[in-house]
């Protein structure tokens, strides 16, 4: 594991941001992802009965519904022991295959660092 302080101050704002979207919302997972002009977009878990997007996505989806059209880094705060496919595809679409996808822990400790391609 790597300490999120090894991280540049930009990355870890974007942990950061992932972590408080997670504990204050109480979902199972927080991303954030951070665009070509340096602005940040943080989101939770959706989970209603006709829309399901994961924390990822639905930060990617704010990013370009506010007019993103790349980005330079994603975070993602979970349990989960890697981010998934569907959620590398989305942070691809817009940033493109070398975009870092940062997972963090929930106690925002940096578990790996991987690309969207």
């Known amino acids: ?21 997670r504990a204050r919302n109480g979902v199972p997972e927080g991303a954030a992802v951070r665009d070509e002009t340096g602005r940040t977009y943080a989101a939770g878990t959706v989970a209603l009965e006709s829309l399901k997007l994961s924390a990822l996505q ?12 790349s980005l330079e880094a994603a975070a993602v705060v979970s349990e989960a022991a890697t981010a998934s496919d569907a959620d590398r595809a989305a ?12 997972l963090a822990g929930p106690d925002g400790t940096l578990r790996s660092t991987l690309t969207a391609g």
């Open 1 to 21: 594991m790597t300490d999120s302080t090894d991280l540049g101050a930009e990355d870890r704002k974007i942990v950061t941001l992932a972590r408080s979207v």
């Open 58 to 69: 639905t930060a990617v989806a704010m990013a370009v519904a506010s007019g993103a059209t």
């Open 91 to 102: 942070v691809r679409d817009l940033g493109g295959p070398d975009t870092p996808v940062l």
